[in-house]
Nanobody, 127 residues
């Protein structure tokens, strides 16, 4: 199977920057689209898609983060990154990494799976 582990979250002042990383592990043959979601604190807050990147590098962003966040991936390392700049208090959330589908192997057998999630990393923007 495929496991995702995020890192890089923390406390930052408004206007600051953070870089999140998400490393996929397991006997991975290929990863399809990768993405970052976030879920802000409070009742009724739903998880929202922040940024996504396809296997060939095409990207998409939530309107509120365009020009401030950059998603990238290193296919050799099975890792996706989210560079966040000009952070605002409203960016405070738990950030989750997602892989929409993957091919992995066990011995000489190949399998496909879908919708993998990391455990989340907290980002807090506050003075």
């Amino acid at each position: 199977q495929v496991q995702l582990v995020e890192s890089g979250g923390g406390l930052v002042q408004p206007g600051g920057s953070l870089r999140l990383s998400c490393a996929a592990s397991g006997n991975i043959f290929s990863l399809n689209a990768m993405a970052w979601y976030r879920q802000a604190p409070g009742p009724g807050k739903q998880r929202e898609l922040v940024a996504s990147i396809t296997s060939d590098g095409s990207t998409g962003y939530l309107d509120s983060v365009k020009g401030r966040f950059t998603i990238s991936r290193d296919n050799a390392k099975n890792t996706v990154y989210l560079q966040m700049s000009s952070l605002k208090p409203e960016d405070t959330a738990v950030y989750y990494c997602n892989v929409d589908s993957a091919v992995y192997y066990t011995g000489s057998h190949y399998y496909s799976g879908s919708d993998y999630w990391g455990q989340g990393t907290q980002v807090t923007v506050s003075s």
